[in-house]
């Protein structure tokens, strides 16, 4: 199983998503293996269930705040499409910084923005500081409620 898991790893193209991956596989076994001494400690010098329910105890708040947590906060993306799909009816895009979004479903998460016109080939101002409002917004979207 583990070396069938190691040739797809190998097979991904994305050298981030592998590298984590490799990371990530050690530091989940050192912490097994830290928990499972701690736990067989406890086990040894006190009682059998104390020790079944010390991790427990630790581990249920860490998970359920971690689960809060993910359901309260939004990607820095989705906080910007907040922004840049407000609606405004008297541009001719439909929204307040008159500008045309799209995105390419190529498997490299572009998010393309353009200035709405025929022969508009560069932001105006306005476009320009709302863009970065929008961004300075929507940056540390994940920390602050």
């Known amino acids: 199983m583990a070396i069938s898991n190691i040739i797809i790893l190998l097979v991904i ?7 984590l991956t490799f990371v990530t596989i050690p530091v989940v076994a050192i912490s097994y293996i830290l ?4 736990s067989s400690l406890i086990a040894f010098k006190m009682n059998a269930k104390v020790a079944i329910t010390a991790p427990l105890v630790v581990f249920s708040p860490l998970v359920i705040g ?4 993910s359901t309260r906060s939004t990607s820095t993306s989705n906080n910007v499409a907040y922004y840049l799909n407000a ?3 008297n541009h001719t ?5 008159n500008l045309e979004k799209f995105y390419l479903n190529n ?34 979207s994940a920390l602050y409620w």
């Open 13 to 19: 193209n994305d050298l981030n998503v592998v590298l």
């Open 35 to 38: 928990f499972g001494n701690l």
């Open 66 to 69: 971690g689960t809060i947590l």
């Open 87 to 89: 609606p405004y009816t």
């Open 93 to 97: 895009s439909g929204n307040v910084p």
């Open 107 to 140: 498997n490299q998460d572009n998010f393309y923005v353009i200035p709405n016109g025929y022969n508009k080939n560069e932001f105006r101002d306005d476009q320009i500081k709302y863009l970065s409002k929008a961004y300075e917004f929507s940056k540390d």
